[in-house]
């Protein structure tokens, strides 16, 4: 899988939405599957997903997909 | 210092020179722009407070009863901007507050509180216990505010691991295996007060368990606990004895001013942060107390820019118990809640307001 499939995937299972929705300007609460508890969820999919571990601050500023895809890369993960 | 530099400095940091530079001119700006923008709040200002606008100091701001929201939907945005409405629990038959966020206000909450959190827990976040249930989240369009106030903390933790099963029960084995899976490690446990001590405190538990390495974040008040004597020293006494548990932060806050919290010092005392100050008034002429004369909380936020919030009378009795001289180097006021007000103190406050605003 690459990086951009293991993205959607995370944001697609914990969000419980289609693949094709996931563009990088979907934005956290722009739609009602993505509220503060599926947030929660989505966090620990990326970061069993990729390994890592996120800080506080970075749970707080994914805003977006695109702003997942920018946090992931200070973890060199790379899109 | 704008708002954003404001949250972002070391919390605790300023003292009260510092607060009227740097704190006191964004108060005025907000009072400024919800006259401009809320006309209910200019209402207030206007008759209650024959419209101050020479504020020089903290004791000069308008304030508005925590009440109003209840009785008024109130907001210095425009509808379609509204990106959220909180509401508060609220006790069956009373109706509930309503707060107006649109996504600004909204995400500086957020930051605010990430600020005095990471402040006591660090940057990362730790495994997570919570005292309470899944069950509370049962109904997702309308959880309680409880719920609510969970999850708010739960961008603080990893592995959220609820103690207590789908009835509310304490289930040990839970407690057991979430400390062998973190042997060792720093964790953070959150809970409302009075669940923490009666469903962790007082459960019966087979074995003994050492909770050193926790940090305990609580808040929800005291009112069910001062019922059956438990008062904050009380509860760290009995953690402590228990489970070896010192580290706790007990936190007051409201749904009126989220992110606006104030948590615990070394003294045991709420501590405000560089961006909120607090005012005790007397609650029969709401002149301002000085140190240790109690009266009715006043809180002032510099975060609420989406409704008039940012200085509300709360219905809770406090003292100030000191400014700027904690012994870890905290600077600021600090307080203590004595309790919530009784209805004939209430009644002043609110004639005032219902003959001048009706």
């Known amino acids: 899988m690459t990086n951009t499939d293991k993205l959607e995937t995370a944001f697609s299972e914990a969000l419980m939405i289609e693949k094709s929705l996931i563009i990088d300007d979907l934005t956290y609460q722009s739609i009602p599957e993505w509220d503060s508890i599926s947030h929660m969820v989505l966090i620990s999919e990326l970061e069993s997903m990729f390994d890592i571990s996120l800080d506080t601050e970075d749970v707080i500023d994914m805003s977006s997909v695109l702003k997942a895809k920018e946090i992931l890369n200070k973890y060199d993960i790379l899109f | ?358």
């Not at chain 2, 009666?198 to 069910?224: E, V």
Request: net charge negative; aromatic share 12%; hydrophobic share 40%.
């Open chain 2, 1 to 358: 210092m704008n708002l954003g530099e404001l949250i972002n400095t070391h919390q605790f940091s300023l003292n009260s020179d510092e607060k009227n530079r740097f704190l006191l001119p964004l108060v005025k700006d907000l009072n400024q722009f919800h006259s401009e923008h809320c006309s209910d709040f200019n209402k207030v200002s206007e008759v209650v407070f024959n419209g101050k606008d020479n504020i020089e100091s903290f004791d000069d701001l308008p304030f508005l009863p925590v009440s109003i929201f209840k009785n008024f939907d109130i907001k210095s945005i425009n509808d379609a901007d509204v990106f959220k409405v909180l509401t508060s629990s609220g006790t069956t038959g009373q109706q509930v507050s309503k707060i107006y966020l649109d996504r600004e206000t909204a995400s500086l909450q957020t930051l605010a509180l990430s600020k005095i959190v990471s402040h006591v827990l660090g940057k990362a976040r730790l495994p997570m216990l919570i005292v309470d249930s899944k069950a509370v989240f049962s109904n997702k369009s309308s959880y309680s505010a409880r719920g609510a106030g969970i999850l708010g903390l739960t961008v603080f933790g990893r592995d959220h691991t609820y103690i207590l099963d789908e009835n509310f029960e304490f289930n040990e084995s839970i407690l057991e295996e979430f400390l062998e899976k973190y042997d060792g490690q720093p964790f953070f446990i959150f809970g409302f007060t009075f669940m923490v001590w009666q469903y962790f405190y007082q459960s019966q538990l087979q074995k003994k368990y050492d909770l050193s390495k926790a940090i305990l974040l609580h808040s929800g008040g005291w009112k069910k606990l001062i019922d059956i004597s438990v008062d904050n020293d009380t509860f760290r006494q009995g953690l402590k004895e228990k489970f070896s548990l010192t580290s706790i932060y007990n936190f007051y806050g409201m749904v009126e001013q989220v992110g606006s919290i104030f948590i615990e010092n070394s003294l045991g005392y709420l501590h405000c942060p560089n961006f909120a100050d607090v005012i005790i008034r007397n609650p029969l002429d709401f002149s301002v107390q000085p140190i240790g004369e109690p009266g009715l909380i006043q809180v002032i936020s510099a975060l609420p820019k989406s409704y008039p919030g940012h200085s509300l009378l709360t219905e809770d009795i406090g003292v100030l118990m000191g400014e700027d001289d904690e012994p870890q180097g905290w600077k600021g006021k600090y307080f203590k809640i004595l309790g919530r007000a009784k209805k004939a103190e209430l009644r002043g406050c609110s004639d005032t307001f219902k003959t001048n605003f009706a």
